[in-house]
Nanobody, 126 residues
Framework: QVQVVESGGGLVQAGGSLRLSCAAS????????MGWFRQAPGKEREFVTA????????YYADSAKGRFTISRDNAKNTVYLQMNSLKPEDTSVYYC???????????????????WGQGTQVTVSS
């Protein structure tokens, strides 16, 4: 069982930066792949980025490539999402999620994630 709690959301102007954190409980954090998803009002939850359990492999949605960076610190049971050059269309609730790294399903499949946080709001003003 893993519990995840996101933090770091807020209001930022277009072009600005935010760093989200996802703190996870449990001794087996280092065995889970971690992902970030986001959901805007009236839209489906969409994949943003993911990182493998070891941290060696990362995956990004096209909308995040070149602007967002995912990282993890297994000693601190924490995953980070550094977001730069933010745009108004990045406005969403951002969710952190955990899944087994042994599941042979692409990281962008939200159905493969077992544990989800409550989300943190990111608002980018123009």
């Amino acid at each position: 069982q893993v519990q995840v709690v996101e933090s770091g959301g807020g209001l930022v102007q277009a072009g600005g930066s935010l760093r989200l954190s996802c703190a996870a409980s449990g001794r087996t954090f280092s065995s889970y792949a971690m992902g970030w998803f986001r959901q805007a009002p009236g839209k489906e939850r969409e994949f943003v980025t993911a990182i493998s359990a070891s941290g060696r492999n990362t995956y990004y949605a096209d909308s995040a490539k070149g602007r967002f960076t995912i990282s993890r610190d297994n000693a601190k049971n924490t995953v980070y999402l550094q977001m730069n050059s933010l745009k108004p269309e990045d406005t969403s609730v951002y969710y952190c999620a955990a899944r087994s790294d042994r599941v042979l399903v692409p990281y962008e499949f939200k159905q493969a994630y077992d544990y989800w946080g409550q989300g943190t709001q990111v608002t980018v003003s123009s």
